[in-house]
């Protein structure tokens, strides 16, 4: 997973089979978990190895386990809400 300072991100791997919910949470709240269902519009968006942040852009991006599709997610918004 990564995180942006305000969110921390879980990356969705392959275990048994390829998964492809991403979770993130606030540092300062843990009991609020949202979730990304990434295959509802992409059925191939599933089973990441890696993800990593460009800060200075605010992006995050999930790397597949094998051959794939690359995601980029927008992080937190500028204002942090």
Do not use: C, M, W
């Amino acid at each position: 997973g990564f995180s942006d300072g305000v969110y921390a991100y879980l990356i969705p791997a392959t275990t048994s089979g390829p998964l492809s919910k991403l979770a993130r949470f606030r540092f300062d709240d843990f009991s609020a978990v949202e979730v990304l269902e990434l295959a509802t519009e992409y059925p191939d968006l599933a089973g990441f190895a890696n993800g990593f942040v460009d800060y200075r852009r605010g992006f995050g991006y999930l790397v597949p386990y094998h051959f794939g599709t690359v995601v980029r997610i927008q992080l937190t918004p500028p204002n942090g809400a």
